[in-house]
């Protein structure tokens, strides 16, 4: 019994961090591992004082836990209620990467509607979970081609308004509301389709691709960052290192991420 007792315990603590990787709260985690490691370090050293501090702030951090993973908890509910824990012990065993084919696919759509200057917010999932969002769309599960996210997009579309969200190579939904960035990093004309593509990237972790209609210009989001790409053959080559995980040191890529201010977007 205490061998199924630490093996129930293992399976749960599993599963939450599963469901937390990728998302803000992951984030939040490794903060708490910086306070706890600090704590201890305070009171090894003598640093009373600093000790002292750390100790009472202990004392608040249940209740600043609850307001800071609010979303996350009702999230974890939710997925609880429709008996998601359990299913798949291994889910990102049964997850296939996306193809080169599919960068392609999204690389030419994604120009074609730039030299069109035909507005476009396309989600690109990672390792963050992005049902929440998925949820308040509408589901297409039609597989990623050109044609079809120019089809989206297209003006007299009613999916046109939103976001298109990829796993994979499934364009799983269309028309998804996403949450809005109120950085202070992101100039003040940027309007709201490129604050979303930052707002979704700074809760989860995701690529957001933004064509605006009004400039024909290609913008990439991530980790909260945005940047104007110079043509489509840099979107490719981004997609194939931080989407797919192919062809580049992804940390090397990291460093050419920067918060774009200036210029109009839309």
Not at 174 to 185: I, Y
């Amino acid at each position: 019994m205490d061998a199924l007792d630490i093996l129930l315990v293992s399976y749960l603590v599993y599963r939450l961090l599963a469901m937390i990787r990728g998302t803000r709260a992951w984030r939040i985690l490794g903060g708490i591992v910086v306070f706890i490691l600090a704590l201890y370090a305070s009171n090894a050293l003598r640093l009373n004082t600093l000790h002292w501090v750390l100790d009472k702030a202990t004392l608040l951090a249940p209740v600043a836990l609850v307001i800071l993973l609010l979303p996350e908890l009702r999230q974890a509910l939710e997925t609880v209620g429709r008996i998601g824990l359990w299913p798949q012990v291994l889910p990102a065993l049964n997850e296939a990467p996306a193809e080169a084919q599919t960068v392609e696919e999204i690389v030419a759509a994604v120009s074609e509607m730039a030299s069109a200057r035909v507005g476009a917010l396309i989600v690109l999932e990672r390792t963050g979970n992005l049902n929440e969002i998925i949820a308040n769309g509408v589901p297409l599960d039609a597989k990623v081609t050109a044609p079809a996210l120019g089809a989206i997009f297209f003006p007299g579309n009613p999916l046109h308004d939103g976001a298109a969200v990829i796993r994979g190579d499934r364009i799983v939904a269309a028309a998804c509301r996403l949450p809005l960035s109120e950085s202070s990093r992101l100039d003040s004309n940027l309007h709201m389709r490129h604050r979303a593509a930052v707002g979704v990237t700074e809760a989860l972790d995701c690529l957001s691709i933004v064509v605006s209609e009004e400039r024909g210009t290609i913008s990439l989001a991530a980790d909260g960052r945005l940047r104007r790409l110079g043509s489509h053959l840099e979107l490719r080559e981004i997609l194939n290192t931080q989407f797919r995980g192919v062809g580049g040191s992804r940390a090397k890529e990291d460093r050419g991420w920067i918060s774009w201010k200036g210029g109009r977007g839309r």
